[in-house]
T-cell receptor
Framework: DADVTQTPRNRITKTGKRIMLECSQT?????MYWYRQDPGLGLRLIYY???????NKGEISDGYSVSRQAQAKFSLSLESAIPNQTALYFC??????????????FGEGSRLTVL | TQLLEQSPQFLSIQEGENLTVYCNSS?????LQWYRQEPGEGPVLLVT?????EVKKLKRLTFQFGDARKDSSLHITAAQTGDTGLYLC??????????????FGAGTQVVVTP
């Protein structure tokens, strides 16, 4: 089984619908992230959480919200989806180590299409 | 605005040739990572470089971190078809409130043909 699991893997929805993407991890990491990937733009950070009570906006948080339900679970919501939110979404985790950048472990991605 | 600029965006070479991918920024990073991503999968870490001027080798891959910690390069010697993928650099900003908040480049798509 994958260490970082994302559901759903693929979703097609219509403009205005509420969508939730879920992420769970078995790595025991404190830090969790949501990234969005678009062709030619790489990965852009939407939200990140360094522990259960810590939620921070990334560079493109508008139109998104998150919930850290437990150390192992971090969900991303689109309250009212719009077509330009069509993208590949990745959840990632990392371990905290003082003074050292931890490795990011990614899920397999959730492809979202908003019509 | 992309904090990390990768070049080239796309690279197509034949098996056995060498290639270099660049990652540049005007910002300083505490560390820089290189990831490879294959279709349908998430990126996977190749290496982390931490010290300015550091050079790390991973079989046929050589990674270098610039002296000023603003840039990095990835060199592949004698490329193989298995090296095909999207190569991404990611920097960890050198500020207390941004530690662990990785910034990614747009990626370099490498295609190695037989």
């Amino acid at each position: 089984d994958a260490d970082v699991t994302q559901t759903p893997r693929n979703r097609i929805t219509k403009t205005g619908k509420r969508i939730m993407l879920e992420c769970s991890q078995t790595k025991g990491h404190d830090r969790m992230y949501w990234y969005r990937q678009d062709p030619g733009l790489g990965l852009r950070l939407i939200y990140y959480s360094f522990d259960v009570k810590d939620i921070n906006k990334g560079e493109i948080s508008d139109g998104y919200s998150v919930s850290r339900q437990a150390q192992a679970k971090f969900s991303l919501s689109l309250e009212s989806a719009i077509p330009n939110q069509t993208a590949l979404y990745f959840c990632a985790t990392s371990a905290f180590r003082t003074g050292v950048s931890g490795e990011l472990f990614f899920g397999e991605g959730s492809r979202l299409t908003v019509l | 605005t992309q904090l990390l600029e990768q070049s080239p965006q796309f690279l197509s070479i034949q098996e056995g040739e060498n290639l270099t991918v660049y990652c540049n920024s005007s910002s300083v990073f505490s560390s820089l990572q290189w990831y490879r991503q294959e279709p349908g999968e998430g990126p996977v870490l190749l290496v982390t470089v931490v010290t300015g001027g550091e050079v790390k080798k991973l079989k046929r891959l050589t990674f270098q971190f610039g002296d000023a910690r603003k840039d990095s390069s990835l060199h592949i010697t004698a490329a193989q078809t298995g090296d095909t993928g999207l190569y991404l650099c990611a920097g960890d900003p050198m500020t207390t409130d941004s530690w662990g908040k990785f910034q990614f480049g747009a990626g370099t798509q490498v295609v190695v043909t037989p």
